[in-house]
T-cell receptor, first 113, second 111 residues
């Protein structure tokens, strides 16, 4: 069974460019989470969805960040415009309705020059 | 903001030794989980302990929880080189969905 799939694995872009990160959760999971990991701030929850509906986006740093989940098998995290301080590893995770365990993808390492 | 603070930040031991890492948190919790992260990889769930439990075992892992002190510890017995990773505690304040991760302990197990 495939785990959580994220793409791209690495992204290098220039300041001001739009960046789109993609995630495919584990089939049958009802919850999807987006996290950001940096040395300075550790692992932070940005937003999470339940049945494709955003439930809590209080961790989204600013309006430049947006996330969508158009269907149960796909989500995107978009940064527009990107800034150097957005450089981080972005993780997607999913979990089932009756389970506390979150399953993480391999992450996308974003570098904004 | 981070709920959990982990101690030590880094730990280096020899293969076969036991490794203990601690996590302190600030608010009431529903459960506490431990995750492992290998370098360049995503986090992997290790074990969950509920707020009404004091100790739990899984293979070479032993987790304790003291809600009065708002602290937890993870013990890895008979460590192996493959245990080299970062270990994070994560607290669930209720609902089972929103986890707050600690700062992590970097464990290095040397041959």
């Amino acid at each position: 069974d495939a785990g959580v799939i994220q793409s791209p694995r690495h992204e290098v872009t220039e300041m001001g460019q739009e960046v789109t990160l993609r995630c495919k959760p584990i089939s049958g999971h009802d919850y999807l989470f987006w996290y950001r990991q940096t040395m300075m701030r550790g692992l932070e929850l940005l937003i999470y969805f339940n049945n494709n509906v955003p439930i809590d986006d209080s961790g989204m740093p600013e309006d430049r960040f947006s996330a969508k989940m158009p269907n149960a098998s796909f989500s995107t995290l978009k940064i527009q415009p990107s800034e150097p301080r957005d450089s981080a590893v972005y993780f997607c995770a999913s979990k089932g309705q009756r389970n506390y365990t979150q399953y993480f993808g391999p992450g996308t390492r974003l570098t904004v020059l | 903001s981070q709920q959990g603070e982990e101690d030590p930040q880094a730990l280096s031991i020899q293969e076969g030794e036991n490794a203990t890492m601690n996590c302190s948190y600030k608010t009431s919790i529903n459960n506490l989980q431990w995750y492992r992260q290998n370098s360049g990889r995503g986090l992997v769930h290790l074990i969950l302990i509920r707020s009404n439990e004091r100790e739990k075992h899984s293979g070479r892992l032993r987790v304790t929880l003291d809600t009065s002190k708002k602290s937890s510890s993870l013990l890895i017995t008979a460590s192996r080189a493959a245990d080299t990773a970062s270990y994070f505690c994560a607290t669930d304040e209720g609902g089972g969905n929103k986890l707050t991760f600690g700062t992590g302990t970097q464990l290095k197990v040397e041959l």
